[in-house]
Every structure is written in C-alpha cells, then in structure tokens.
C-alpha cells in the first residue's frame, strides 16, 4: 500500500491516492497519534512517550487505556489494521508500506538545495514547502520544534535563491529581503517601489510599539526618496524617515536625540497637516519618556498644554499617548494614582472647553471604576467618554471605551449586550491606525463573550492568525492570550493550554506585578483544575485573588475566590 501523508499546510492521508475523509478523523486523539508518529524520527515512537504526550498528568493505568482508544481510532479511520503497528512496546507507522511524507520530501530538497545554492533547485525546494508545520495546531507542544525548525530551513532556502518576495510572504519584517528589494528597484529606476517597500516594511514593524527599520534600510530609503523624478518628494516622506531615525535613536539609548527628533517631526507634520504623523511622532515622544521612568510627568504637561492652546490636533496627540496610559492603569502600582491624576485632568480640560481633554480623562476614570468595582459609575463615566470621543471623530478612543463597556457587561452576565459592543468596536477599530492594539484586545472579550463552544473554537483561531501575523501590540494581546487559555481548559484542550500560559506569563512580565500577572495565575488556575490537580488549582486561584486584592480589583479577586469554593 502507498501512503501518502501531508503535514504542511494542512493534516490529510492518503491511500493509494485516495483521501482519507475528514470525517473519518472525527476522534481527535486518533488524528493525533498519526500525526506525531508522522514527525517522529523513523516514524517509532514508545508508548510511554505518547503517553507522557498526550496525558501527562494521568496515572500509567489511565493513560495506557486511552492509548489504546486513540490506537483503536488512527486504525479505524486508516481502514487497515496494519498502518498503526504496535510490537515490544514500539508504536510504528505503516513499517510494510510504502510511506511518503511532504515534509520528509522537503527537507531532502532543501538539503540538495543549500549544498548546490542553485536558483533552480532553491526555488524547487521552496515550491514543496507548502505551508507551516500542522498550522490548524499552533499550541501543540510538540509540533513546536519541528515546526520552527523546518519554517527555519524554508527561510534558509529562500534566501539562498535570493527569493526576496517568498521571504517577505514568511516574514514581513525581514530587513534583509526588503533591502534587497529596495536596492532592486532603485537599481532599476523605480522609486516609487523603493518607497512602497519601506513604508510596507514599516508598518510590520509598527512604529507606535517602538520597533522601526534598522539603519541601513533608512539609508536606503533616504536614499530613495533623493533620487531626481518628475513626482516630488512628498513630506509625509520625508517625515516617515525623521520618525525612523528618531526610533533608532530610542533603541541605541539616545534619548535626548529621539526626544528632540519626535518633536521636530511632531512640528513638520502639524505643518503638513498630517493626522496620522502628529500621533506617531507623540508616541515617539511619550515611548523615550517611558523609558526614562517619566511619562507620567510628560503626559500631564502635555495634556494641559495641548487641551489649552493647540486644539487643532489634541485628539491625534492622546492618541499618541494612548497605549502607554493603558500601560500605566496595568501597573504593579495599581490604578489609583493615575485615576487621582485623570480627575484633575478632567477639571482642566472643562476648564479649557476640551472635548478630546475631556473624553481621555472620562475614559481613564471610567476604567479606573471599573477596576474598583463600581460598576455605575463606570458605566456612566464611560458611555459619556464614549459620546465625546464620537464628537469629535477619534476612533481609538471610542474604541476603548466600548472596551471596557463590553467588560462591564460580562460582569453583569450580558453576553448578548457584550456581542453587541464587541461587534461595533470592531468596525471602528478597523480603520484606526491603532488598530493593531485594538483589535487583539476585542479578540480577547469576542472569547468570552462568545455563546457556543463552535464559535469559541473559531474565534480563538481567528485571534491566533492575528497573533502569528507579528503585527500587534504584546501587551494589548493580553487580553487574548488569558481568555483564550481559559476557554481552552475548561474546554478540556489541555494540551494547547500550557505553551500559551507560558507566552503569556513572558509578555505579563512587562508589568512586573500587574493585574495581567495575577490573569496568568488565575488561568493556571483553571488549567489545574481541568487536570484535576485540586491542590494546585486552589493555591493558584489563592495566588491570583491575593494579587487583584492588592490592586484594588475587588470583581476579579471575587470571582477567583468563587472559583476556589467550587472546588473546596
């Protein structure tokens, strides 16, 4: 018998070339065990190593009668007996029959490949190199490896062909591919293209997070943009290289230079009219005081600056600002002191007439309330956020505040009311140059809020494609990350549970003792109990309400404590 077995891309079998049916794959543990055998050196593994896979935390009586069942099922929906083969303890794959695996077949043409460094046979190995490892799997532990490992030799090869384009495909923020690129095009006269591609580039890089082109591609951007044409320069351009220096600056340790290089470019794009330009360059403004320990100081003089004597962008200014204000409500300090500081805000923003002044401090204490528990006011503080940052036509603010509207809502248990913020922040969201800090963190609340276990499974996977897209906010993706973890567990999915807690606590680790490092420990929590570890489930739930109780977050220390007594 031929045995056909796709891995890249996508899970599919095939018998003397006819498809196994999906259906037949319907016993996830049966699909399972076939596909780690597929990756598994000579396709052999012992049965206590797919034990300790599968069910780590089960008893050997336990997890050698589940083996059995997943042997039982792989055999079934493979229709012959003799394609799962169990002997001395040894499960083997097909051993009698002819075996053809994709990724076996790739990596053998990338080895010829590299060795030669031949166009032909680097664009020939690359064309066999279908997609990622097992991608319908992203948080299966031991797909990992081998996954990273041959997307490691695809990338290998398709810059040994010099296959800039693919290389781009796989990896949008790869410098080197698109200075190749840039230099093609300006070898070739097109500065047009040279342009696409950095601006391309930079938005991979997402210059509001603080990560922007290295030096080299600036150069040749600059370089670009002094080449003679008949279509001038435009200084959205020029201002576009300004902010990438002033990023370089940032992340060399140059803050005084990044500081001034913001606010000139701050100033050039004012000049120009430049919305979008004015909110980069102040969140390149308010990341070098972030990283000195004072945007707190530089956010207050800031905003009584703006909202009393430029009106004109004070809305693109806070936005700006916006992330790093969230950052700071999720501080190991807790919420309190920047609430204190939002309502003195708010007295000079009424003072001074301020719409946009008067949305951002109505949006802070909306969410500090909400924290607090006092949901009324919360509600109140942020409908009326929400109205003024509709007045004046700011979007990523609005957003938030539906945010966290949505969130109240789950506290009262109105999923129906919460699906329908949810999908209207989304819309907005999607037009927002924030987006990429918006959009993961409604991802986040679309888990929770959703009402089937089918349109949690699909959410979840529309949030892990946003997340291996590379384009979005780490800690905005917190959100995500916790409710995905939890929904996961008490799905009983416990093998994609861990790997995910375990990116999340890394990410978490930005805050170093936030509310997001007491989450962590409440979806351990979770994670514990649908393993059945009663012990562990209840010292983590402890951990986690004993932390939100010292932030002052009473809903969420309530509801771990609660969690604890369904398990006493």
Sequence with gaps: MRVRIQLLGGFSVSLDDQIVPVAAWRRDRGAALVK??????????????????????????????????????????????????????????????????????????????????EIAACEAAADLYTGDLLPDDPYVDWFETPR???????????????????????????????????????????????????????????????????????????????????????????????????????????????????????????????????????????????????????????????????????????????????????????????????????????????????????????????????????????????????????????????QRLTELALARHQKWQAGRLIHRATTLARSSWLAPHLLISLKGLEVRAAATSERIAETIREGDRMLSSGCNCQPCSMTFRTAAAVALAEAGEIEQVNRRLDEAERVAGMWNGGPWVAAVWEARGVQRRAERNETRAIAAFEEAATRFAALGRPIDEVRCRARMADLD
């Design 36 to 117: 780690l055998l597929a990756v598994a050196r000579s396709h052999r593994i012992h049965r206590e190593q797919v034990m300790e896979a599968f069910w780590p935390d089960l008893d050997p009586e336990a997890a050698g009668a589940n083996l059995r069942k997943a042997v039982h099922f792989a055999r079934r929906a493979l229709g012959a007996h003799d394609l799962i083969e169990q002997a001395a303890e040894i499960i083997a794959l097909a051993p009698a029959a002819d075996l053809e695996i994709d990724v076996e077949t790739f990596e053998a043409a990338a080895r010829l490949a590299l060795h030669s460094k």
């Design 148 to 402: 990273q490992a041959l997307r490691q030799r695809y990338a290998e090869v398709l810059r040994a062909g010099k296959l800039w384009q693919r290389l781009i495909a796989l990896d949008p923020a790869d410098e080197q591919a698109q200075c190749a690129l840039m230099q093609s095009a300006l070898d070739a006269g097109n500065r047009a293209e040279a342009i696409r591609l950095f601006n391309q580039l930079s938005e991979s890089l997402r210059i509001d997070l603080g990560v922007g082109p290295g030096a080299q591609t600036v150069k040749l951007y600059e370089k670009a943009l002094a080449v003679p044409s008949i279509d001038p320069v435009g200084l959205s351009d020029r201002i576009r290289a300004s902010l990438a220096w002033g990023l370089l600056h940032l992340q060399s340790g140059d803050f005084a230079k990044a500081g001034q290089v913001g606010r000139e470019t701050r100033e050039l794009a004012m000049g120009a009219g430049l919305a979008r330009e004015v909110g980069e360059a102040s969140a390149l403004i308010g990341l070098v005081a972030h990283m000195q320990g004072q945007w707190r100081e530089l956010f207050r003089a800031e905003f009584i600056e703006w909202v009393r004597s430029k009106p004109a962008f004070v809305s693109n200014v806070f936005d700006g600002h916006l992330c790093l204000a969230e950052f700071c409500l999720c501080s190991a300090k807790g919420h309190h002191d920047i609430a204190a500081s939002a309502r003195e805000l708010l007295s000079v923003a009424e003072g001074a007439g301020s719409v946009a002044g008067r949305g951002l401090a109505s949006l802070v204490l909306g969410e500090a309330a909400l924290f607090s528990g006092q949901l009324a006011e919360a509600e109140r503080m942020l409908t009326e956020a929400e109205r003024l940052y509709a007045q004046v036509g700011t979007v990523a603010g609005r957003v938030l505040a539906l």
